[in-house]
């Protein structure tokens, strides 16, 4: 079992950015695939970006593309996703999820087995 806490949010411009954080609890951080999603007022949560457990692969969502870029440091049992260029339509609580299995659609909430508590990202226009 890993325990996730998601950091990092705040209040931002338009074209401003941010870098995120989810500290993991736990010695086999290493062992779990990483996403982040998002969740805006009266939306579903929706898939941002992923990594694989050895940081060697990584996905975005057409939206984020090119703005925001997801890492990962396993010495520090820690998840980022950095966010540039960042519009108001990006505002949203930002969620971190921790994937045991290896396989599966890792755009998909239901594939993930843990999840932080979230944190507000809110950009103004």
């Known amino acids: 079992q890993v325990q996730l806490v998601d950091a990092g949010g705040g209040l931002v411009q338009a074209g401003g950015s941010l870098r995120l954080s989810c500290a993991a609890s736990g010695r086999t951080f290493s062992i779990y695939d990483m996403g982040w999603f998002r969740q805006a007022p009266g939306k579903e949560r929706e898939f941002v970006a992923a990594?694989?457990?050895?940081?060697?692969?990584?996905a975005y969502a057409d939206s984020v593309k090119g703005r925001f870029t997801i890492s990962r440091d396993n010495a520090k049992n820690t998840v980022y996703l950095r966010m540039n260029s960042l519009k108001p339509e990006d505002t949203a609580v930002y969620y971190c999820?921790?994937?045991?299995?290896?396989?599966?659609?890792?755009?998909?909430?239901?594939?993930?087995?843990?999840w932080g508590q979230g944190t507000q990202v809110t950009v103004s226009s």
């Open positions: 999820a921790a994937d045991r299995s290896p396989n599966g659609n890792k755009w998909q909430v239901k594939s993930y087995d843990y």
């Open positions: 990594i694989s457990r050895t940081g060697g692969s990584t």
